[in-house]
């Protein structure tokens, strides 16, 4: 694919429900990054990936939350017990260079609704 | 900490005038600063970035000026379009993550 990919782009769940949320980057970026929006806010940092591992995951909340990324390409982001508090859009983006001097590309999103 | 401040929060000019808005970053050491334009629904996009060892990068209608002294960068939008309506994010790289500002909604009337 051209960019990056988020599915699903809708997810519904009920309170205390598990929920996973898929990232495809571009093809060989190896920075990853996921962003949680919500309205009228911008990108909230949650974790950034370099390659398979988690070079920085302080923005997750808590515990609930945890990221991975096996083999360095696709990543998936996991919520445990979902709460209400965590509706929002989970945006992903990838980034060519190894550093954070260069253009992030940003999926579409995954927009979470917790009932 | 980190912490980006932009304003103003909300923006509304008539269509051709100009339109300014200014990010305040905290970490003297970043030099690399991004704007991206987001529309309603879509995700965020680069429209223009700036390093730190330039002041002003132009493209086309679009320019960001940079003030390292007050820590100060700014996103000039000239001869506004009713499609340059959206939400203008600026960003400062912290250490291993990005820090967003809370955006700016840029409503252009016709």
């Known amino acids: 694919g051209a960019g990056v990919s988020q599915t699903p782009s809708n997810k519904v769940t009920e309170k205390g429900k598990y929920v996973e949320l898929r990232c495809d980057p571009i093809?060989?970026?190896?920075?990853l990054y996921w962003y949680r929006q919500s309205l009228g806010q911008g990108p909230e940092f949650l974790i950034y990936?370099?390659?398979?591992?988690?070079?920085?995951d302080s923005g997750l909340p808590n515990d609930r939350f945890f990221a991975v990324r096996p083999e360095g390409s696709v990543s998936t982001l996991k919520i445990q017990r979902t709460e209400r508090g965590d509706s929002a859009v989970y945006l992903c983006?990838?980034?060519?260079?190894?550093?954070?001097?260069?253009?992030?590309?940003f999926g579409p999103g995954t927009r979470l609704t917790v009932l | 900490g980190e912490n980006v401040e932009q304003h103003p929060s909300t923006l509304s000019v008539q269509e051709g005038d100009s339109a300014v808005i200014k990010c305040t970053y905290s970490?003297?050491?970043?030099?690399?600063f991004p704007w991206y334009k987001q529309e309603l629904g879509k995700r965020p996009q680069l429209i223009i970035d700036?390093?730190?060892?330039?002041g002003e990068k132009k493209d086309q209608r679009i320019a960001v000026t940079l003030n390292k002294t007050a820590k100060h960068f700014s996103l000039h939008i000239t001869e506004t379009q009713p499609e340059d309506s959206a939400v203008y994010f600026c960003?400062?790289?912290?250490?291993?993550?990005?820090?967003f500002g809370t955006g700016t909604r840029l409503k252009v009337l016709a």
């Open positions: 983006a990838s980034s060519l260079s190894d550093s954070l001097r260069g253009e992030q590309f």
């Open positions: 093809s060989g970026h190896t920075a």
């Open positions: 990936f370099q390659g398979t591992g988690a070079a920085d």
């Open positions: 970490d003297s050491a970043s030099n690399y």
């Open positions: 700036i390093r730190s060892n330039v």
């Open positions: 960003a400062e790289p912290g250490t291993y993550k990005y820090i």
